[in-house]
C-alpha cells in the first residue's frame, strides 16, 4: 500500500471536520473521494500535505510515518497537491512557475534559464500538449493552467497525485486529455486521490472511492462494485428528492439586445433576450461564450456593435455602467475573480450591493443579518459564523457566497459563468431551483455551462457557440447532448437559425 491514513481527526476552533477517518491508497490506483460540500475532502488532503497539523490519527506514506509533516517533507516524499483553487503564480512565465523555489543554477548562483525551458519543453511533450515555457501564466486558459500544475507533479516525480476538482473548467475534450494522461501515469505506477462532483467521470475513471459525510468516514469500495445512485445516496445520507421538470413560462418583452457585438475573442453576435427567460451559452474552450457574458458586464470592450438593455443602448462599457442597468455578473473561476480573501463571508456576501447603494445613507447590519440567514438556509450555506473569513469556507461553500452576492443586488438581468463550479449533487438542484425561481420571478438569466444535462434542465434557448461566433440557437425541445456537441465541434455547418 503506498498510504495509510488512519483515525483522523480535526477541529478548527474547537469545530470537528474530521471525525475519525481514514483513507488507504494503492500504488497505480486512482481513488476517488467523494463528499458534499463541506464533508472534509480538501481538509484531509490539506493535513496529508503538511497545509494542515491534525489533532489525531497517523498517516504513513511509502512505509514513513509522515504524520503532522511539513508541506516540504511531503513533496519530498513524492506527494502533489493539485489544489481545487490552483496556485500559480499569474504574473510569471511558465518555467518560472514549474521552478519556483527550485530553479536551476550553476554554481555562481545565475539561472539555467535555457535548460529550465528544454526541460519545461520535455514533460510537455511527455504530457501531450502544446504550451510555450515562456508564456505569462496569465496568457493560458484554463485547462492549461491545470496541465502546468500536473506537469510541476510529473516534473518532481510525483508517486501520489492530489486532484482536487480537477474538471470544473474544462470542456469534455479537455477532460478526455487530463483521463489520457492521468491513465498513463497509471500505468508508470502513479497514484491518484481524484476529488469531483460529476458521477459520471468518477465512474469513468476512478478504481476505488472514499465517501466522507459531515467529516465521517461512510464507505469504500471498488467503483465497478457500486452505482451512482448508491454512492449519491450514500454522500447526502438519503436519496435526492428534490428532483424538478422543466416547465415552458409565459416570457415578457425583451429586455437585452444583442446587436452586431465583435470584440478579439468574438465576431458578428446577435441575440434577443426576453425577461423572464433563462438563455444558456456553452461552448468549447475558447468558443467566446465566456467573453460575450464579459462584454455584457461592462468587462469587456467590443470593437464594434451595441448592447440596449430595456431598449437603451448601454453605452459606455464599464462595470459600473451595467452594474446601474441592472446587469449582475458571477464570473467564472472563483478564486481569480470572485474571492476577496481578507473579508468576511458575510462582506462577500454584500460587496456588490455595497457598491451599487453608496448613495444609501447607511446599511443596516441588523437587515444583512436577516437577509444572510435566509441565503444561508435556501442555498444550504455550510458555515459557522458569517463574520469568518470567506477563505475558511469549504470551495462549494464559497461559490454559494458568490451566487448569493449577486441575488443580494436589485439586477433584473443575471449572467452567471459556470455557476455550479465545485458545487456538490445535493446543493446543484437547490441552485437549479433557485434559477427557475428567479425566472418566474421575472428576471432575465443567463448562464454559461460546459454541463448539458445542466443546460437540458434550466434553459429556454441555448446558443452554442464555436470559434468565436453563434454556430446554432437551440429551442428547449431540440437541447440534447448530440444536438450540442455536433455545433459546438462544428460537426455540422453553420446552418442554426439566428
Ligand atoms: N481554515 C479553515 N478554518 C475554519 N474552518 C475551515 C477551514 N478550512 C475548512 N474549514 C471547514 O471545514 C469543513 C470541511 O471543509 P473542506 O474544505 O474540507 O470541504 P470539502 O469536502 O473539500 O468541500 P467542497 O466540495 O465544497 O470543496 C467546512 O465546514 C469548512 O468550513
Ligand atoms: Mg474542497
Request: net charge negative; proline share 2%; charged share 25%.
Amino acid at each position: 500500500m503506498l498510504l495509510l491514513m488512519k483515525d483522523i481527526c480535526k477541529s478548527f476552533v474547537g469545530v470537528p471536520v474530521l471525525k475519525g477517518v481514514d483513507l488507504e491508497v494503492e500504488r497505480g490506483e486512482v481513488h476517488a473521494l467523494l463528499g458534499e460540500n463541506g464533508a472534509g475532502k480538501s481538509t484531509l488532503m490539506n493535513i496529508l500535505t503538511g497545509v494542515h497539523r491534525c489533532n489525531e490519527g497517523k498517516v504513513v506514506f511509502d512505509g514513513e510515518d509522515i504524520t503532522n509533516c511539513s508541506i516540504s517533507k511531503s513533496e519530498s516524499v513524492g506527494i502533489a497537491f493539485v489544489h481545487q483553487e490552483l496556485n500559480l503564480f499569474n504574473d510569471l512565465r511558465v518555467y518560472e512557475n514549474i521552478f519556483f523555489n527550485k530553479e536551476l543554477t550553476n554554481k555562481l548562483g545565475t539561472l539555467k534559464k535555457h535548460e529550465m525551458i528544454e526541460k519545461c519543453n520535455e514533460v510537455f511533450k511527455k504530457l501531450g500538449v502544446d504550451i510555450d515555457p515562456t508564456a505569462t501564466v496569465d496568457s493560458l486558459c484554463a485547462s492549461d493552467k491545470q496541465t502546468l500544475e500536473i506537469a510541476k507533479a510529473i516534473f518532481f516525480e510525483a508517486h501520489l497525485l492530489i486532484l482536487d476538482e480537477p474538471t470544473t473548467a474544462l470542456s469534455n475534450e479537455e477532460i478526455d486529455h487530463l483521463f489520457q494522461m492521468i491513465e498513463d501515469l497509471k500505468k508508470e505506477g502513479r497514484s491518484f486521490v481524484f476529488i469531483s462532483h460529476k458521477m459520471p467521470e468518477i465512474f469513468r475513471i476512478a478504481d476505488r472511492y472514499t465517501i466522507l459525510r459531515n467529516g465521517e468516514m461512510i464507505e469504500s469500495g471498488f467503483i465497478s462494485s457500486t452505482t451512482p445512485q448508491q454512492v449519491t445516496a450514500k454522500m447526502v445520507g438519503s436519496s435526492l428528492a428534490n428532483s424538478f421538470d422543466y416547465e415552458k413560462r409565459p416570457l415578457g418583452n425583451t429586455v437585452l439586445k444583442i446587436d452586431n457585438l465583435s470584440s478579439k475573442a468574438f465576431e458578428d453576435v446577435f441575440l434577443d433576450v426576453k425577461k423572464g427567460e433563462i438563455v444558456a451559452f456553452t461552448g468549447l474552450q475558447g468558443s467566446g461564450a465566456s467573453e460575450v457574458l464579459q462584454c455584457i458586464f461592462g468587462e469587456i470592450t467590443p470593437s464594434e456593435g451595441c448592447i440596449y438593455i430595456k431598449g437603451q443602448k448601454t453605452g459606455k462599457n464599464s462595470i459600473h455602467n451595467s452594474m446601474k442597468h441592472g446587469v449582475g455578473f458571477l464570473p467564472s473561476n472563483r478564486k481569480e475573480n470572485s474571492v476577496l480573501p481578507d473579508m468576511s463571508i458575510i462582506e462577500n456576501m454584500y460587496v456588490s450591493e455595497h457598491s451599487l447603494s453608496s448613495q444609501k445613507f447607511n446599511i443596516s447590519p441588523k437587515q444583512e443579518k436577516t437577509r444572510y440567514d435566509t441565503m444561508k438556509k435556501n442555498l444550504g450555506i455550510k458555515a459557522n459564523d458569517e463574520k469568518d473569513l470567506v477563505v475558511s469556507l469549504s470551495g462549494g461553500n464559497q461559490q454559494k457566497v458568490f451566487f448569493a452576492r449577486w441575488l443580494n443586488t436589485d439586477a433584473d438581468i443575471l449572467l452567471f459563468d459556470n455557476p455550479t463550479q465545485g458545487i456538490d449533487v445535493g446543493a446543484k438542484a437547490e441552485i437549479y431551483k433557485l434559477i427557475l425561481h428567479l425566472a418566474y420571478q421575472g428576471k432575465t438569466i443567463i448562464f454559461n455551462s460546459l454541463e448539458i444535462p445542466e443546460v437540458m434542465r434550466l434553459a429556454d434557448r441555448c446558443v452554442v457557440f464555436y470559434s468565436g461566433r453563434i454556430a446554432a440557437i437551440l429551442n428547449h425541445d431540440d437541447i440534447t447532448e448530440h444536438q450540442v456537441m455536433m455545433y459546438a465541434t462544428n460537426a455540422v455547418l453553420n446552418n442554426g437559425e439566428k
